[in-house]
C-alpha cells in the first residue's frame, strides 16, 4: 500500500512560481504512474498533469508550456513546477498514484491560490 502527502502549495501573485511536492511511502514508487489534479471551487476535479512510470509525460491544454512534472524514483517524490500562474489556477491540488487508469492511492491536498 502506498501513502501520498503533498507539499508546497500557497499564495503567490499573478505571474508568479511554485513547485508542489509529492511524497509517496510504503511502496515501490517506480512502479507507479504518477498524476497531478486539481480541483477549484464548484468545479469538478481534473487532471493537470501525469507521469508514467516510464517518464512519459501529459498536460492538460490549459497549463502546456507553463507546468512541468518530474519525478525523482530516488527520493520516492513528483514534482509539479508552475510557472506563469494566473488567477484560474487556483484550486486545491491533489497527487495520485495510479496503475494506468486504476488509482491506487490520493493525497489530501495542497491549496494553491494566484491572488494580487
Known amino acids: 500500500q502506498v501513502q501520498i502527502v503533498e507539499s508546497g502549495g500557497g499564495l503567490v501573485q499573478p505571474g508568479g512560481s511554485l513547485r508542489l511536492s509529492c511524497a509517496a511511502s510504503?511502496?515501490?514508487?517506480?512502479?507507479?504512474?504518477m498524476n497531478w489534479y486539481r480541483q477549484a471551487r464548484g468545479k469538478q476535479r481534473e487532471l493537470v498533469a501525469g507521469?508514467?512510470?516510464?517518464?512519459?509525460?501529459n498536460y492538460v491544454d490549459s497549463v502546456k508550456g507553463r507546468f512541468t512534472i518530474s519525478r525523482d524514483n530516488d527520493k520516492n517524490t513528483v514534482y509539479l513546477q508552475m510557472n506563469s500562474l494566473k488567477p484560474e489556477d487556483t484550486a486545491v491540488y491533489y497527487c495520485?498514484?495510479?496503475?494506468?487508469?486504476?488509482?491506487?492511492?490520493w493525497g489530501q491536498g495542497t491549496q494553491v491560490t494566484v491572488s494580487s
Open positions: 507521469i508514467t512510470s516510464a517518464g512519459s509525460t
Open positions: 510504503g511502496s515501490i514508487f517506480s512502479i507507479y504512474d
Open positions: 495520485n498514484a495510479a496503475v494506468g487508469p486504476l488509482p491506487v492511492a
